[in-house]
């Protein structure tokens, strides 16, 4: 049996002329720089994955010896085997057991399964789609390997077309995994558990084009539609939409001209140029998610005196490529996202993805969802990629939204409520019963079911919200056909599945608007000005255009049952984005009633090694009004980790950071996400999102930086975009630099291009004083909340009264960021340091435990060498690695 496996390993690999070819490799160059991967994209091999500071993973079908020559190539290897088969991809209750009919497998193959009960099973994703053959040959290889290692035979199942699941009892997962490994399958990318996920319009139609005040509390139904009005209703949008099912045959996507047919390209349907039943074989909504969705975003009658078209989406003019991903109950997702989901749509014309579902883990690493969505943002640079943010923010709270929200090149969105003032919501109103005078009446206030970011690097998530409460959208039930039956065709529904859909319309008309060249002056098609946006210049003209809000913020009360509410007015301030409603509720109006500078990654330089700073400059013509700055970029995936162990690498790390600065008429400097004047310390280097909101801006010319703020490890675009009273004809490229130490040191010096601030002077312009605490003698000086550094002074006297001048300082530190308390984020470093007039005498780095929801440690410090000092005081400073909040401080004599 051994030497049968050893041939069928050889007939595999004689086939290939290098050992690279077909397979992941690591390539670690010499040093970091933009131009390392242009050779290797020239000769065909595409890269997958970024892992600073030098490693790159790349895949190549015909590997070139000639790159291995390269003097900027320190090295070449094959990528050791990503295997995710940890707990966090089991289902709910923790087992790798699953139901056969949990699967997702097809329909007609479910008879081979029909005599177990469970089966534990893996999912093996390939580089690229799989023919019948190759399956038929691989069926064959494993069972002589199983046979071979004295294993029972696996049930292979074709089941996506770039993966195969694989089912089967008597054996552990992991060692079957091992079995493969060695292997040394082409193209193979990684092992994982089979993907199963969860689900997470005239109301939000007219609420999010309308022009009503934010703080309306209800959206009537005869509000205008602007956008509309103009003629922009999506006609020639494609969105792509994965969902339970979709009922083809409802009014608002019924075409009698053109018969229905599964999994055939019809771009002439009046509605639907393609069902794809790739995923499950299955082309039934059981349960009226997928339908509502699809409706949500692009429903209509086709006829327009239908009743039915109060209801319509919110872009009625957008045609669908409808991924079924629901079977027998269950929602199943491809384990190659970027394969058989993304591009499948988007080789059809797709230019928007629309998922209102979530996975069934929630781990704070790097996992293939996100990775695959980062992934297909990156080589599909037009489609704009759009997540729901989930429905956990009453149970969980902060850090709720989960994989694959968290990807960084996808917009993800939460929900806004709608008012129950006027009774119209009964039967929806429940979630709110925890308060007797519930102030979600607002229709800018956060629903409370929204999930919540951020994520664990510190981004922004959501980047938007719209609404997701009372929703009125297409049923998958009641009448079919040309005519709407108003008593039985619609339902409505809540959730940030409902906010998601009305985002993805709404996507649809800003991606209409500007391919008509409309964004030039707000309203009148403009040929050359037209161009279709790239998905970075959407998410920069969504935040740009986002709308600030004055309703509430539910606050998860941990405590105890009940919720608590905070205007977002004290909340935060309205210019600063924050992971409750990211940048603001999305408020297209923005784009007709101002004007619009957009420059997508085509009109701007790549940054670079070589290149990173740009200066432009444009004009704002008259003053007193809002002007809104954006940039978004979309950044390289990062590297997948090879087991589901958490690690810092493996928290959605940015590897490109940019930031963003404003110079204004009056010689003001402003930095993106920051609301008032700026330091170069306040800089973001987390989010690939930024604006700077600036009201009542000033008339004159203003100067604009992007800079790169470390390595630029490819090429890199961005995309900006200006919203206000400003004039297109002015945007201008200069090459005035960026001043060192920008926005000033206030108290401190430059040196550098680094603010040096005196003693116990810290942030932006050293213009934050550390807070202080002089001890009395007692026993223990104090308690205290931390924010900043704090400086506790002992006199002369107090250290003179500790027993042998030793003292102590304890800390207790907790994690907010602790989803899971077992597996949770690591709490960070902390240093000591014990400081006399004359500098800094003793520092002591302490690291408390990881993984723990808290944690305490004391450090003790002994004092004798300052008794007979001449100093009056001598100030013990903390600082801290985190900007986590501290539950501190007590500091005692030795017992």
Not at 524 to 540: D, Q
Not at 559 to 588: E, K, T
Request: charged content about 15%; some cysteine; glycine content about 8%.
């Amino acid at each position: 049996m051994q030497f049968l496996l050893l041939t069928l390993i050889l007939l595999l690999t004689v086939v290939f002329c290098h050992p690279y070819d077909q397979r992941s490799i690591v390539v670690v160059f010499s040093t970091a720089h933009s131009d390392n991967i242009a050779p290797f994209e020239e000769t065909g091999c595409r890269m997958l994955s970024i892992s600073p500071p030098r490693s790159y993973t790349f895949f190549c079908e015909a590997f070139n010896e000639s790159l291995t020559h390269l003097s900027t190539v320190e090295s070449i290897s094959l990528q050791p085997l990503p295997v995710l088969l940890d707990h966090a991809t089991t289902d709910v209750d923790g087992r790798a057991n699953r139901k056969v009919s949990s699967l997702g497998i097809h329909r007609d193959v479910v008879g081979q399964y029909a005599h177990l009960e469970t089966v534990d099973h893996i999912v093996l994703s390939f580089h690229r789609s799989l023919t019948d053959e190759e399956v038929a040959s691989f069926n064959t290889t494993l069972t002589a390997a199983l046979v071979a290692a004295d294993m029972p035979p696996a049930l292979v199942e074709r089941h996506f077309s770039s993966g195969i699941v694989l089912g089967f009892t008597g054996v552990d997962a992991a060692a079957v995994s091992s079995v493969i490994a060695e292997l040394d399958l082409p193209n193979l990318h990684f092992i994982s558990r089979s993907g199963q996920a969860m689900t997470d319009n005239a109301y939000a139609a007219s609420y999010i084009q309308g022009s009503s005040r934010s703080d309306r509390q209800t959206a009537p139904m005869h509000n205008p539609h602007p956008l509309w009005d103009l003629g922009v209703d999506g006609t020639g949008i494609v969105v792509g939409v994965g969902d339970t099912g979709m009922a083809h045959d409802h009014c608002m996507f019924y075409d009698d001209a053109v018969p229905f047919q599964n999994d055939t390209y019809q771009p002439n349907h009046r509605k639907i140029v393609y069902y794809d039943t790739s995923v499950t074989g299955d082309n039934v909504d059981g349960n009226g998610h997928g339908s509502h969705v699809v409706g949500s975003i692009l429903g209509s009658p086709s006829d327009s005196t239908d009743p039915g078209v109060i209801y319509q989406g919110m872009a009625p003019g957008a045609k669908a490529y409808f991924i079924d991903l629901g079977a027998d109950g269950h929602l199943i997702t491809p384990t190659n996202l970027f394969i058989d989901y993304y591009h499948r749509a988007y080789s059809r014309g797709a230019t928007v993805m629309s998922s209102s579902w979530g996975g069934l883990y929630d781990y704070p690493v790097y996992y293939s969802d996100a990775y695959y969505t980062d992934y297909a943002a990156y080589y599909m640079r037009n489609l704009t990629i759009l997540f729901s943010a989930g429905n956990a923010g009453e149970t969980i709270g902060p850090y709720s939204i989960v994989l694959p929200h968290l990807a960084k090149n996808s917009t993800t969105v939460g929900a806004v409520a709608k008012s129950c003032a006027d009774g119209a919501c009964d039967g929806f109103c429940s979630i709110f019963s925890r308060v007797p005078a519930s102030p979600l009446t607002a229709s800018s206030s956060l629903a409370p079911f929204s999930s919540v970011g951020g994520g664990l690097d510190g981004r922004i998530k959501p980047e938007i919200v719209s609404p997701g409460y009372y929703i009125i959208s297409a049923n998958n039930t009641g009448s079919t056909g040309l005519t709407c039956d108003m008593s039985d065709s619609f339902a409505a529904n809540m959730g940030t599945s409902m906010a998601t859909p009305v985002a993805a319309g709404g996507v649809a008309l800003l991606q209409d608007f500007i391919s008509r060249g409309m964004h030039y002056d707000g309203r009148t098609p403009n040929n050359t000005a037209a161009f279709f946006p790239s998905s970075a210049l959407v998410r920069a003209t969504l935040i740009a255009s986002a709308q600030s809000m004055d309703g509430v913020v539910p606050i998860l009360n941990r405590a105890g049952d009940d919720s608590y509410y905070v205007p977002f007015s004290q909340f935060a301030n309205p210019a600063v984005p924050n992971d409750y409603r990211g940048w603001g509720r999305m408020g297209l109006y923005n784009l007709i009633k101002s004007r619009l500078i957009l420059k997508d990654e085509k009109d701007l330089p790549s940054f670079t090694t070589d290149r990173t700073e740009q200066h432009f400059t444009f004009d704002v013509t008259a003053p007193g009004h809002t002007l809104d700055i954006a940039m978004s970029w979309i950044d390289p995936p990062q590297s997948m980790p090879r087991t589901l162990a958490f690690t810092e690498a493996t928290t959605f790390t940015v590897l490109h950071h940019f930031v963003m600065w404003i110079r204004t008429p009056s010689g003001k400097y402003f930095t993106g996400n920051i609301p008032i004047e700026a330091n170069y310390l306040w800089e973001d280097l987390d989010n690939v999102n930024h604006r700077i909101r600036l009201k009542n801006a000033e008339s004159g010319t203003y100067s604009l930086w992007i800079a790169a703020r470390g390595e630029v490890y490819a090429p890199q675009p961005v995309a900006i975009a200006v919203i206000g009273s400003v004039d297109p004809d002015t945007w201008a490229e200069g090459d005035e630099p960026l001043q060192p130490c920008v926005g000033g040191c206030g108290v401190g010096q430059c040196v550098n291009n680094t603010c040096s601030c005196p003693p116990h002077f810290y942030g932006p312009g050293c213009g934050k004083k550390a807070m202080e605490y002089t001890g009395t003698g007692d026993r223990t000086i104090g308690s205290f909340t931390y924010y900043a550094p704090l400086v506790i002074s002992f006199s002369e006297d107090v250290i003179k009264s500790l027993p042998n001048y030793k003292a102590i300082i304890t800390i207790t530190k907790t994690s907010v960021a602790c989803l899971d308390c077992s597996v949770g984020s690591k709490i960070e470093p902390f240093s000591v340091s014990l400081e006399s007039q004359d500098g800094v005498v003793v520092e002591k780095e302490h690291a408390l435990p990881a993984r723990r929801a808290s944690a305490s440690r004391d450090v003790w410090f002994d004092l004798s060498d300052f008794a007979e000092s001449p100093s009056s005081t001598f100030p013990v400073v903390m600082t801290l690695a985190s900007t986590d909040k501290i539950n501190i401080l007590t500091a005692s004599r030795k017992k």
